[in-house]
Every structure is written in C-alpha cells, then in structure tokens.
C-alpha cells in the first residue's frame, strides 16, 4: 500500500472502508486506498494529487473520483457536504505511521449508510471487539444522523459478540 504521507494534501481528510477497518478489527484484505474529504476541499485535494503526479481514472457512482497513484495504488476519493462528515474529519483517530483515520461510530455510521454486504459484515466484525464505553459512543452517532438504523445496529452488536465468543471457544 502506498506510503500517503508522501502526498501533501493540503486540505483535512481521513482514511476509511478497508484500511480504516484494521484499526478496529483484524485485518482484511482490500485492494485500494479510500479517504473522505468534503466537497468543498475537492478542487485542491484533486490539484494536489495531479501535482504528485496521480492520475485521475474517473468519477464514483457517489460523489467523488478514483485516482491512480504514482505508485500505482488505486485511491477513491470520496467526497461529502454532510455534517456528520465534517465532524468524523475534525476528529480522526490515527494509525501507528500517523495518518487520520476516521474515528469508529461514523465509520459505522459511514458503512451503515452503504449497507453492502461486505460493509455489514464488517460492522459486525468491529463491533464483536469493542468496549462498551465505545458502543455507547457509536449508538449515540447512529442515533442522532441515522436512527432508522439504530435497530440494525443492535442485531450486527449481537452478532459481532456472538462471533467473538465463538472464535474465543473454538
């Protein structure tokens, strides 16, 4: 995976979907690089990747674009006008080498919202291992920006647990 630090983005970001998950759970396989940005930021985020030499491959089926880097890692920008979005960007945890990543309750938020199949599963992956004190923090996030999916949340909780016993025994 590409060493992103190389690239001087000048606007804030953070890192989500797969890379972000192996913060919060073992690791998985994922083949590209994914960062949220919000949409006022895009222009110069894009200006900076085209002067570290990224191509741009096209746009996503959800506003943003995906990139090609000078190392040939393929990055999907993710762009967003949501307050929810403003405040996971302002308030990132950070990987080990020190880049943001977005903090659990919206990347939760963020992969409830997609409900892929893969994007559940994670949740539940994530949520089998976390705290109560976090799970409080992630109920509360779901709650107030997607509530009709507070219900769901709970069931992936369960889930996670159940998973997390079962592997724990096994």
């Known amino acids: 995976m590409t060493n992103l630090k190389t690239i001087i983005l000048q606007a804030p970001f953070v890192i ?5 998950t192996r913060l919060y759970m073992p690791e998985r396989n994922t083949l590209d690089l994914d960062i949220l940005i919000l949409s006022e930021d895009a222009l110069l985020v894009y200006q900076d990747l085209e002067r570290a030499k990224s191509r741009r491959i096209g746009n996503l ?15 999907d920008v993710i762009e967003s006008t949501t307050s929810w979005a403003t405040e996971a960007i302002a308030n990132p945890n950070y990987a080990p080498d020190g880049l943001p990543i977005i903090a659990l309750p919206y990347l939760v938020l963020m992969k409830l919202t997609a409900s ?15 705290e109560e004190s976090q799970l409080q923090e992630v109920r509360r996030i779901v709650q107030v920006y997607l509530p009709s999916a507070a219900e769901d949340l709970e069931s992936l909780i369960t889930l996670g647990k159940l998973e997390r016993e079962t592997d724990e025994i096994g």
């Not at 989500?16 to 972000?20: Q, W, Y």
């Not at 506003?63 to 990055?75: A, E, I, K, V, Y």
């Not at 199949?117 to 976390?130: E, V």
């Open 16 to 20: 989500v979907e797969g890379i972000a």
């Open 61 to 75: 089926s959800i506003p943003g674009s995906q990139w090609q880097l000078s190392d040939g890692t393929s990055l």
């Open 116 to 130: 892929r199949s893969q994007d559940l599963a994670d949740i539940s992956r994530m949520m089998g291992g976390t």
